[in-house]
């Protein structure tokens, strides 16, 4: 396989928070193998801003240690170096008056502007003012503004406004990094590129779909943020909504941001209110580790795991559930999207034969890759004996080395915005309406005084989510990489 590296047009690129732990763990090195890969063209510049007081040569050295931590291949000093010459820095007041002359006179007039948010999101409206009265961004400028989009549907809507009244939607890139990843979009390509699934692709013939987000770390060093969202807010009102979008979303009228968005919130509109019976809270507990410890929060309720039967009310999925999970401390870090098809309405084998029903498992971390489980004879004498067997297709070894080292999401992303494709962006009005289908879950929790259920570190979550699988005569995947 060959893969194609398209230059995009020169840019002058922003980066608010560019001493963060954001900027040097993702965008930095993924804006570094971009330039290694020779999709940054002579023309393009990266700008670090913050309040701390470097110097030029100070934020290259910044970057040069980012590089060499998290970039594990393609380390080369003199690409290294080449990269470094295309940086410049100027300290910011976000909330004040400093550094923004200076930042407007960095600008050039004649290239893609494109100003990262790589802060909290109470900086958001501070700087968008600031860009404006400063004429430092205009009409083509592009701003990107990172996750969490909101606490909950009235601070998303009121960030949404504040966001307007300085830059047109279509100026504005609400990332997922979820949305960057090589199977999220193969995801569109096997559902849309290919007769084989398409028609099968609904409640006649697939019995449910499970979509896993699993962790094997705990909150870490986000104690303070994580106590104050919960999985809920951190994982499911965002990056299990995109996959559940992806999923279950009808056909785009053409591969466009609109048209695809469109078909996005439809599903998200169509999402069914969730019972009480239909969801399970956790909280990750044992005597050498425990969530309450991790926050130093010893009366905390916030949940570290989430699972939920979820159905969409439309004629493609009718009777068709959707079962979601996400928790932190789990048996194996695992990302991946499960659709099982229906067993065959007449079988002619005998019952003891083994015949079981098909399985498209669609894998996002790690070992990005597909399989399709398929029943088959069992080599060998002695009658008719079935087995199932997977039509394995993991990226690395189907496509060959270069699929092996496809780029992070970030640097899609990023490189996205200065195409000014919004495809891979979430739109205002979806977030709003994923807001507004995740807070009566959430308020329902505070006003029961609902405690999520203990669980193993290292497990697959709590009992009480099995449960949730075995009653409907179902059970989950088993966590395996």
């Known amino acids: ?26 965008i930095l090195p993924g804006l570094y193998r971009r330039f290694h890969d020779g999709q940054m063209p002579e023309g393009a510049r990266i700008i670090g801003a913050a309040r701390s007081e470097m ?39 976000a909330k004040g008056t400093d550094g923004w002359d200076e930042l407007a006179h960095a600008m050039r007039p004649d290239v893609i502007k494109a100003y990262y948010f790589s802060v909290g999101p109470s900086l958001f409206g501070d700087i968008a003012e600031r ?3 400063h004429g430092i961004a205009d009409d083509e400028a592009r701003i990107v503004v990172e996750k969490p989009f909101g606490h909950d549907l009235a601070s998303a809507r009121a960030l949404n406004e ?16 979820y949305l960057g990843k090589e199977t999220v979009q193969n995801l569109m390509a096997v559902r849309f590129g290919n007769m084989l699934f398409e028609p099968l692709w609904n409640a006649q013939y697939v019995d449910h779909i499970q979509i896993t987000v699993a962790e094997t770390v705990g909150v870490g060093g986000r ?25 279950a979303m009808e056909p785009p009228s053409k591969y466009d941001p609109d048209a695809v968005r469109d078909e996005k919130l439809k599903v998200i509109r169509a999402l069914e209110s969730v019972e009480s019976d239909d969801i399970v809270r956790g909280q990750y507990k044992s005597q050498a580790e425990s969530y309450i410890d991790d926050v130093e929060n010893p009366r905390s309720i916030t949940e570290s795991y989430v699972a ?7 004629w493609r999925w009718n009777g068709t559930p959707f079962y979601l999970r996400t928790g932190k401390r789990m048996k194996e870090r695992v990302s991946e999207i499960v659709v099982r098809f229906k067993e065959p309405p007449h079988s002619i084998f005998e019952e003891d034969t083994g015949q079981s029903a098909n399985e498209l498992t669609i894998r996002l ?23 199932d067997v997977p039509l394995d297709m993991t990226f690395a070894e189907a496509l060959g080395e270069e699929a092996a080292d496809v780029p992070d999401a970030y640097e899609r992303l990023i490189m996205d915005v200065i195409r000014g494709n919004q495809t891979l962006f979430m739109r205002g009005d979806e977030v709003e309406a994923a807001w507004a289908w995740t807070d009566p879950i959430i308020d329902s929790w505070t006003v029961r005084e609902d405690r999520p259920h203990p669980y193993e570190p290292g497990s697959t979550g709590p009992e009480e989510a099995l449960i949730l699988m075995h009653r409907d ?7 395996r990489t």
């Open 308 to 314: 939920m039967k979820v159905r969409i009310a439309n």
């Open 365 to 387: 971390q790690p070992n990005e890759g597909m399989d399709l489980t398929v029943t088959i004879k069992e080599p060998g004498p002695g009658g008719m004996r079935l087995i």
């Open 223 to 247: 104690g303070d943020y994580y106590d104050k969202s919960g999985a809920m807010r951190d994982m499911v009102q965002n990056h299990l909504m995109q996959l559940l979008c992806l999923t």
């Open 55 to 93: 110097d030029e040569a100070g934020y290259r050295d910044f970057v040069r240690g980012a590089i060499g931590e998290f970039v594990q291949k393609r380390n080369d000093k003199d690409i290294v170096d080449a990269f470094l010459e295309r940086l410049t820095y100027v300290a910011v007041d």
């Open 162 to 177: 504040t966001l307007a009244r300085h830059f047109d939607e279509t100026q504005i890139y609400r990332i997922d990094h």
């Open 473 to 479: 005569g179902r059970r989950w995947r088993e966590l």
């Open 1 to 26: 396989m060959v893969s194609r590296v398209i230059p995009v047009d020169p840019f002058d690129l922003v980066i608010f928070g560019g001493t963060g732990d954001l900027a040097r763990r993702k």
């Open 131 to 133: 860009l404006m009265n």
